[in-house]
């Protein structure tokens, strides 16, 4: 699957859309959520918990593994994906969609990558 | 570089995702998991397995040299029966975990993990050495394909033509598969029945189509893992291991002491007597205890260690194995396990945790 050209990236395979910077969506990339198998369970931060940049927020679990989710940048938690605390499976398909984890307010800068660099990558760790 | 199985193509025209296993390149799944791992329990998986290590042992001294250098009484077992034993270190510690299957009275074939293939053909080359027997190791020449699940048994007779009413679990028979001269065995690592099928490298991909237009669906080794895992089988390197003795493992039913001399037995004989037990354990919510957590008494005290646990895909709650000590393995017992931190309430349960409709 491609990488949405809207999208910014971290290099811990997470996406963020920053349009609003209020609310600023993430979620895990295709890539990510191909490699992790069919998630089973997401742990999630709460709503208004503070987020530090590239501390971790969260667990996403699989069948197989269990992986940490990362603040994309400093900010305050606004919303959470119920529905995907609920159906763990929209990380498997729908990632860049219904698939999303959470929203939250930027307070710092964004260091992200756009599609392309992130597109480079994931074809570097294969 | 890991070594492609005979049907690495194969797997690739079919998008798999392959994992690096004990030195093998390996189909971990083809899409979901979940999946795969359904089908086998409502329908049937297709499964490579050629990674496993294939040992023959023959000649006239064959059954004294294998008694000798397994558990197991394997003199006993009759042509075209298969047994399931381990291979022992002088200590009783548990080297393998085996399949073997006696294919004629001077013929066995030693089925071995592939993480511990070579540890078994130098053990068994080493414990044969003063029989009249022959060990060959050949895994390189032999695919396995294993068709799992409740419709196997149709598919395994329309790809081969036999009749598998005679084809009782733990035997094996020669047969035809797909034009191709085969060993079909009624043996698998999942809790269905199921087939595997032994063949050479070069017969494995018409084997494998003639499988799958049949409607075996292709099946990796994530969803073989939560399968042996809702089966209650143990996997060599989590349940079992060169520490433990097959007594720890509750598979002391596997060593003979009946027999005559054998490798390991002085010390086994003294370890029999075991203060800890593999249990099942089951939990709430989704998050699974996972191989390595901590499982703590009622005063958060660590009382024992997870061996394997996931989300059960079936039963759709976490199940686990552990050891524990054996005053705290009674099912109904309940114990937490430390799940990254947090701590998750278990209660001990009997194995197996699935067990297939009669």
Same mark, same amino acid.
């Given at each position: 699957?491609s ?19 209020a609310a ?85 800068d ?6 392309e ?10 | ?11 690739? !025209? ?10 093998? !390149?390996?189909?971990?799944r /083809? ?20 990674h496993?290590g ?14 000798? +250098?397994?558990?197991? %009484? ?6 075209g029966?298969a ?17 073997? /299957? ?6 066995y ?11 078994v053909v130098?053990?068994?080359t080493?414990r044969?050495?003063d ?8 895994? #390189? ?12 048994a ?9 009749t598998?009413?005679?084809?009782k ?5 020669? #047969? ?6 085969v ?17 050479t ?14 409607g ?14 809702? @089966?209650?089988m143990?996997? /060599? ?28 037995? @002085? ?6 007597? %075991? ?17 390595? /957590?901590?499982?703590?008494? @009622?005063?958060? #005290?660590?009382?024992g260690?997870?061996?394997?646990? +996931?989300? !059960?895909? %079936? ?7 552990a ?26 349960? @009997? ?8």
């Amino acid at each position: 699957m491609s990488n949405p050209q809207n999208l910014s990236y971290t290099e811990e395979h997470e996406w963020v859309d920053a349009a609003d910077p209020a609310a600023a969506t993430v979620g895990i990339t295709a890539y990510a959520a191909n490699a992790l198998g069919d998630v089973v369970y997401v742990q999630l931060p709460a709503v208004g918990d503070n987020l530090t940049a590239g501390q971790p927020c969260g667990e996403i679990e699989s069948t197989k593994s269990v992986s940490e989710l990362y603040a994309p940048a400093d900010g305050e938690v606004v919303e959470i994906n119920e529905a995907v605390v609920d159906s763990p499976e929209l990380v498997n398909t729908d990632p860049f969609g219904d698939g999303w984890l959470f929203r939250f307010r930027v307070a710092g800068d964004l260091e992200l990558l756009d599609a392309e660099r992130y597109a480079e990558l994931t074809k570097e760790e294969g | 570089m890991s070594t492609p199985s005979p049907l690495h193509e194969v797997h690739q !025209s079919l998008g798999a995702s392959f994992t690096d296993f004990a030195g093998w !390149s390996m189909p971990l799944r /083809y899409g979901s998991e979940l999946a795969e791992h359904k089908a086998v329990r409502t329908a049937s998986g297709l499964f490579d397995l050629s990674h496993m290590g294939e040992i023959a042992v023959t000649g006239p001294q064959a059954a004294a040299a294998l008694d000798f +250098a397994l558990v197991g %009484t394997l003199s006993k077992v009759k042509p075209g029966r298969a047994r399931y034993t381990m291979l022992c270190a002088e200590d009783g510690g548990v080297l393998d975990d085996l399949v073997v /299957y006696r294919l004629a009275d001077e013929e066995y074939m030693v089925v071995a993990n592939a993480s511990n293939a070579a540890t078994v053909v130098a053990a068994l080359t080493e414990r044969a050495a003063d029989f009249d027997a022959t060990v060959t190791d050949r895994s #390189a020449e032999y695919a396995l394909i294993a068709v799992q699940g409740p419709t196997s048994a149709e598919i395994v007779a329309a790809v081969t033509g036999a009749t598998l009413d005679g084809l009782k679990y733990y035997a094996s028979m020669p #047969a035809t598969a797909a034009g191709h001269d085969v060993l079909l065995a009624r043996t698998g690592y999942t809790g269905e029945d199921g087939f595997e099928i032994y063949a050479t490298a070069a017969q494995a991909p018409e084997i494998w189509a003639a499988c799958a237009e049949r409607g075996a669906t292709p099946a990796g080794l994530a969803c073989r893992d939560t399968l042996r895992l809702e @089966a209650g089988m143990p996997l /060599y390197g989590n349940e079992l291991t060169a520490e433990l003795t097959p007594f720890d493992a509750g598979l002391g039913r596997v060593v003979k002491f009946e027999k005559p001399e054998f490798v390991g037995r @002085a010390a086994l004989e003294k370890r029999q007597e %075991t203060d800890r037990a593999l249990v099942g354990l089951r939990g709430e919510g989704r998050r699974a205890p996972r191989h390595g /957590y901590s499982v703590l008494d @009622a005063d958060s #005290a660590q009382v024992g260690t997870v061996t394997s646990g +996931a989300l !059960s895909p %079936t039963l759709g709650h976490p199940i686990a194995m552990a050891y524990v000590p054996a005053a705290l393995s009674a099912p109904g017992t309940a114990l937490t396990v430390d799940i990254r931190g947090a701590k998750a309430p278990v209660e001990v349960v @009997a194995l197996p945790f699935y067990q297939r409709p009669a």
